[in-house]
């Protein structure tokens, strides 16, 4: 017998590549709308065709492969349309990395630098450890055990141990951390590339990674790096660009098997350096995978056979997560309602699936085409700010998390956007202080006026 949801998913799926691929050939960058539908298929799709063969084709297992390839195959056609209507000739994005100017001078991207460190360590104090010093700490007093690493990671989480202490505007601190800190390593990578201060940009780069590795999560520094390969991606000759991607890609894995053994998510204790390797490599790679698509795909079964559609309710309660709280979390509520967990783990539906249990199949659909189109005019416009480091920057945070919202609720999207702008917001001030200053310094003889192109390279 002929499986057409099969047959649909294959088809959708190299559709789906093969329109990311051209808008690679054609722009020569990574773009919100070739990234999201790359993303779609290799950590949404590849997850959902995993669980449809485990669960033998199950009328559940059907139903949300089936949603799932319809509602990237509406993505793809809302992006095509809206680059016919924008850019019906295609164009190069990459700017000569000579030709990206520094738009404030190097001492506000300094100051700025420190301000998000600030906040960063700010987290770290109000939640009272550093979660990756207290893993290595048991590693090496007790050993190698059983969620050596997620146990501090999550102890101090109020959305998923209810004995914890909220953090206030702990969603946004973190937001701080892992987009402000993505942002910090592409002016100093730039830094480091034109060699401006080469020891210190080294360093500041690798005390974001630091940071962002600190809570002993792996998906700061996916972020991170995804950050840095759309940085590079504008910037870089595609010759050189496949050694250098090459390279992000080799650390992401590196750090991410370190970081998984380190977790222990699992029920054996190891006493050997290969057997805690191996554990880290799977556990890694499952989790790319297949392993976030589990409660999506089951929630087919659960919705709307147990539970109504939500009719928008996930997006109230995302949106609510923003406010000084703690107010309830939807990834922690879909896992309850799918996994019947009431504490102890989340489980974010991916944008696909949040729409599914929201308004259905049509719901999916819409909602997806019109991601499409939106994400078409976002290739379109952010490569106007292309030119300088502070909007490549902006550029590679907000087509990064242009192309994650495949995975996660599209409100969540409203964090980097918000710390981005706030970023924004410094540097413009800080810039007009410091005219404001030189203007005056300058009526009072006390500073020589200097050239623009003078001022951008102090």
């Not at 987009?179 to 990578?189: A, E, H, P």
């Not at 390797?277 to 790679?285: E, P, Q, T, Y």
């Not at 999207?413 to 540097?427: E, N, W």
Request: charged share 10%.
């Amino acid at each position: 017998m002929i499986d057409l949801i099969l047959i649909l998913a294959l088809v959708v799926m190299g559709c789906a590549l093969g329109f990311a691929w051209l808008r690679w050939k054609q722009t020569r960058v990574i773009t919100p709308l070739g990234g999201f539908l790359a993303g779609s298929v290799f950590f949404v799709q590849l997850g959902f065709l995993y669980f449809y063969f485990v669960y033998e084709r199950a009328w559940f297992a059907q139903n949300a492969l089936l949603t799932l390839s319809l509602g990237i195959l509406a993505a793809l056609l809302g992006g095509w349309l809206g680059l016919t209507l924008l850019e019906p000739r295609s164009r190069i994005y990459q700017v000569p990395l000579r030709g990206v100017r520094w738009e404030y001078p190097m001492r506000v991207y300094g100051l700025v630098a420190l301000l998000l460190m600030g906040l960063t360590a700010l987290y770290f104090i109000l939640l009272g450890y550093v979660p990756l010093f207290m893993g290595l700490e048991t590693l090496l007093t007790e050993g190698f055990m059983p969620r050596l690493l997620q146990k501090p990671r999550t102890m101090r989480s109020i959305y998923i141990n209810p004995d914890a202490a909220y953090i206030p505007m702990q969603g946004l601190l973190e937001a701080f951390r892992f987009v402000g800190l993505s942002m910090v390593g592409v002016w100093f990578i730039h830094s480091y590339r034109t060699g401006k201060r080469r020891a210190l940009s080294a360093a500041i780069v690798a005390l974001c990674i630091f940071w962002l590795i600190s809570t002993g999560q792996r998906w700061p520094l996916l972020h991170f790096l995804l950050v840095i390969m759309v940085y590079f991606s504008y910037t870089t000759p595609p010759r050189e660009l496949r050694r250098v991607l090459s390279w992000v890609v080799v650390v992401g894995a590196i750090f991410g098997v370190i970081i998984s053994a380190l977790q222990a998510r699992t029920s054996d204790i190891a006493a050997y350096l290969p057997a805690i390797l191996s554990f880290g490599v799977v556990n890694l790679a499952e989790r790319i995978l297949y392993g976030n698509a589990i409660a999506p795909v089951l929630s087919f079964d659960v919705f709307p056979k147990e539970y109504p559609w939500l009719y928008g309710q996930s997006y109230v309660q995302n949106l609510l997560s923003y406010l000084p709280g703690p107010f309830p979390s939807f990834p922690v509520t879909f896992n309850f309602m799918v996994m019947k967990e009431t504490v102890g783990f989340t489980a974010p539906p991916d944008f696909y699936t949040e729409a599914y249990v929201n308004f259905g199949l049509i719901g999916v659909i819409v909602m997806s085409f019109f991601a499409g189109l939106g994400l078409a005019l976002l290739d379109v416009w952010l490569k106007k700010y292309r030119d300088s480091v502070l909007g490549l920057s902006a550029i590679s945070v907000l087509t990064t998390y242009a192309f994650l919202v495949c995975t996660t609720s599209i409100t969540f999207s409203l964090r980097p956007l918000i710390v981005t702008g706030i970023v924004l917001t410094v540097f413009f001030l800080l810039g007009a202080i410091e005219n404001a200053l030189r203007v005056g310094w300058v009526h009072r003889g006390r500073l020589p006026t200097a050239s623009p192109s003078r001022q951008a390279q102090l």
